[in-house]
């Protein structure tokens, strides 16, 4: 009777420090599960938003390049006849009506208003100076500019799109599109929470709170906002501290001092980011109704346990039976755990086919974009071969046997160079074997070399290059060839229309790795993008899918090797692939 006393009250305690220490765990575990879902679906609402802000801005920077070249726009600039200037007025408030802009507008070489949609109206720009926006100086120089500020005659805030009209060896002036994105946060405002636009120096531009247009997320130094101030581009904005407390993981303030959620991505602007901030208590009010129920339901289980294990103690007869329970479901359990780990392994092997197939889809990719400079390559000996050809053909007919065997020499060592080139265009489109082992850098670079010597040539882009006798390293041959042609394409594109452009490729050894920097004399990387470059679909080129270097990056892991953006030594970008040393007696 004492004993069964002893265990009832073993038993208790067990309930009772099992529904608190359950209540802990279950708590801690669903809160984080909510904060988790909350994040990744403001994540999810702030990059829908940045898409429908993105298709709506896009209609608007074609308009200053579609009216660059209109003829009629650039008589009105050249031409002092107050009717040429008239007749644009009338046409440029065609254009606006049908388009949406706010406004469009045409600056002469000193900043003055010639033309605009608004003319004749209150608001009328025609007349007013804007030499003091730095997008007409910035477009001047640049041929292009975009800057968001407050309207000094409208009052109303907007992102303007300015364009150079003419070369920069003979400007004729410049057409500003002003964007207004009223439209866009108010089909914002139908999403969860709050959504705000801000800039490199944590301005608040816009968003779907009003109160919180023009406040600032982080302080600003004195002598920022004397440079605000006096360039007038927010006005007479305040630029007072953002009711929002913004911290640098996915949690937040609210205004009244809420614990909120906040899902970040970057704006097709430069600098810009959009922040989709939402309250975290419903979601953690719904955690903790989770957490009491389970709670409840443990406490209740445990409690049957209990009950159970003390009716197993009076009645051993039947523990038998329960065992066998046990291990069957215990067997049952191993058994799926076998099937799921199976399944993880089929998963993972469909996402290394996967990520070779897009291996695979950019080396062709690089393949085709190179292929006229290799047929150029094999032309010139096809045609060399035919001259020596027929070379013979004239010195067999008049009996000079000797110069017939120099003319054939000389079309062997062409038809050797031709299958030199053929040979390799196969070896690199070919799918890669996933065979890791010692590679030699020298043979690397030279087909690197001769698959992009003829865009260096029609590019007049000097390349340098390591001499003979760099080291091996631990890689696969076509993937780590894949790398050093993205590195060189990206550095290519890179330096389009730089002068004197050069690109360096510099091979050192560092210990037990090898390290091969590609670096350019381009205009370098945006810092707005260097954290994320290697992203899918993050690129800096206008026309560009921000693929090749993902590929370049996961091919590397596959390497136990890195890939990192570095200082470039030639004053533009530079990236360095870090690869393991293959030791000294590699043949």
Do not use: C
């Not at 010597?453 to 003979?468: G, I, S």
């Amino acid at each position: 009777m004492a004993s069964n006393q002893r265990l009832s009250i073993f038993g208790l305690i067990v309930v009772i420090a099992t529904s608190a220490i359950t209540w802990i765990v279950v708590t801690t575990w669903f809160e984080q599960r909510a904060i988790d879902r909350l994040q990744s679906a403001a994540t999810r609402t702030a990059m829908q938003q940045t898409r429908l802000f993105d298709s709506e801005l896009a209609r608007f920077r074609l308009l200053p390049i579609v009216l660059g070249e209109y003829t009629d726009l650039r008589e009105a600039l050249s031409n002092d006849d107050p009717r040429a200037r008239v007749r644009m007025d009338a046409k440029l408030k065609l254009l606006a009506e049908r388009t949406g802009a706010p406004v469009i507008y045409l600056l002469n070489l000193d900043a003055d208003t010639v033309s605009s949609s608004n003319a004749g109206t209150p608001e009328s720009f025609v007349g007013n100076n804007y030499r003091f926006r730095s997008y007409f100086i910035d477009a001047m120089r640049s041929g292009a500019a975009e800057y968001y500020a407050v309207g000094n005659v409208s009052g109303r805030p907007g992102l303007f799109l300015a364009r150079r009209i003419g070369t920069a060896a003979d400007p004729l002036g410049v057409v500003v599109v002003k964007v207004e994105f009223e439209a866009v946060t108010h089909a914002w405002s139908v999403d969860p929470g709050q959504s705000l636009v801000i800039d490199g120096r944590g301005i608040v531009l816009f968003g779907t709170d009003p109160d919180e247009r023009f406040t600032t997320l982080r302080p600003l130094s004195p002598a920022l906002r004397r440079r605000i101030a006096g360039s007038g581009q927010f006005g007479t904005a305040p630029l007072l501290a953002s009711h929002y407390r913004i911290g640098k993981d996915a949690t937040a303030r609210g205004p009244t001092g809420e614990r909120m959620i906040v899902g970040r991505t970057v704006m097709p602007v430069p600098g810009w980011r959009l922040l989709n901030v939402v309250p975290a208590a419903p979601s953690l009010a719904e955690a903790r109704n989770l957490a009491r129920l389970t709670t409840f339901t443990a406490t209740l289980l445990v409690a049957a346990v209990v009950i159970f294990l003390l009716w197993w103690n009076a009645r051993a007869a039947v523990s038998a039976a329960i065992r066998e329970r046990l291990e069957a479901a215990v067997e049952e359990r191993t058994a799926a755990l076998r099937e799921e780990m199976a399944e993880r392994v089929a998963i993972d092997r469909r996402f290394r086919d996967a990520r070779e197939e897009l291996a695979q889809a950019n080396r062709l990719g690089s393949l085709g974009s190179i292929t006229a400079g290799l047929v150029h390559e094999i032309n010139q000996p096809v045609a060399t071969i035919r001259t020596l050809s027929e070379n013979a053909l004239h010195h067999l007919a008049g009996g000079r046997v000797d110069r017939v065997g120099k003319s054939l020499a000389s079309v062997v060592e062409m038809t050797a160079r031709i299958g030199s080139i053929t040979q390799e265009m196969r070896r690199f489109a070919r799918r890669g074997k996933g065979r890791i082992g010692p590679v030699e850098l020298d043979a690397v670079i030279a087909s690197a070399r001769l698959l992009m010597a003829d865009r260096f040539r029609a590019a007049q882009v000097t390349l340098d290059l390591p001499p003979a006798g760099q080291p091996a390293v631990v890689a696969g041959r076509v993937r780590l060839e894949q790398v050093v042609v993205n590195l060189l394409q990206n550095a290519l594109d890179a330096v389009a229309g730089t002068a004197d452009a050069r690109i360096a490729t510099v091979v050192e050894r560092q210990g037990d790795t090898v390290t091969v920097t590609v670096a350019d004399n381009g205009p370098g990387i945006d810092p707005a993008l260097a954290d994320v470059i290697f992203e899918p679909f993050v690129t800096g080129k206008a026309e560009g899918l921000g693929l090749g270097l993902g590929i370049v990056r996961d091919i590397m892991a596959e390497f136990d090797g890195t890939v990192a953006v570095v200082p470039s030594p030639l004053g533009g970008a530079a990236f360095r692939v870090t690869l393991i040393h293959a030791g000294e007696n590699v043949v």
